[in-house]
């Protein structure tokens, strides 16, 4: 089936530690997108990227960065990780070609804790 | 500063029972329309999409959009403890969804 995957599932890391969660795609999308989610405060986009030459800030990119290495794929890095940055982190697909404007779907998601 | 906006509940409705799920938006110029369904520590999961004015209907779930009203609701009739979850509304404004921060629903056996 085509599908949204990330790795890892979940990490603990250490305050100053560079982490990179990673996801790839097998459904054809172009555009796809980095999200975290804190309790009660719902889903705030990071990155996203409509293709692989195009990268753009989302509402709260600071300390983190990304790469989008092909059209499958889409990386998130923390440089240098703090405890703030403990969160649900969760990669989405999206295919404005279709009559479904802007329908995301997304990856299984990313615990991760900065201890 | 676009917004949706949702009641963060619980909502508690009886098995059996149809549950209303409500959200605004402030962008008026947006033409598509999510529901979401997020069940703890999971990733959110597309149940309906709507762009027109109207009611959508698919299996047990009904989509109504006014967009004079700027107002999305969703319907689930014959409420299951299986719908038991957070519902997440979603607007596309300008290539992004714009996200309300979940209503969570209780269905009570």
């Known amino acids: 089936d085509a599908d949204v995957t990330q790795t890892p599932r979940n990490r603990i890391t250490k305050t100053g530690k560079r982490i990179m969660l990673e996801c790839s795609q097998t459904?054809?999308?172009?555009?796809m997108y980095w999200y975290r989610q804190d309790p009660g405060l719902g889903l705030r986009l990071i990155y996203y990227s409509f293709d692989v030459k195009d990268i753009n800030k989302g509402e709260i990119s600071d300390g983190y960065s990304v790469s989008r290495q092909a059209q499958a794929k889409f990386s998130l890095s923390l440089e240098s990780a703090i405890p703030n940055q403990t969160a649900l982190y969760f990669c989405?697909?999206?295919?404005?070609?279709?009559?479904?404007?802007?329908?995301?779907?997304f990856g299984p998601g990313t615990r991760l804790t900065v201890l | 500063q676009k917004e949706v906006e949702q009641n963060s509940g619980p909502l508690s409705v009886p098995e059996g029972a149809i549950a209303s799920l409500n959200c605004t938006y402030s962008?008026?110029?947006?033409?598509?329309f999510f529901w979401y369904r997020q069940y703890s520590g999971k990733s959110p999961e597309l149940i309906m999409s709507?762009?027109s004015n109207g009611d959508k209907e698919d299996g047990r779930f009904t989509a109504q959009l006014n967009k004079a009203s700027q107002y999305v609701s969703l319907l689930i009739r014959d409420s299951q403890p299986s719908d038991s979850a957070t519902y997440l509304c979603a607007v596309n404004s300008n290539y992004q969804l714009i996200w309300g921060a979940g209503t969570k629903l209780i269905i009570k056996p």
């Open positions: 962008d008026r110029v947006s033409q598509s």
């Open positions: 989405a697909t999206s295919d404005l070609s279709g009559r479904g404007v802007n329908e995301q779907f």
């Open positions: 459904k054809g999308h172009d555009r």
């Open positions: 709507i762009y």
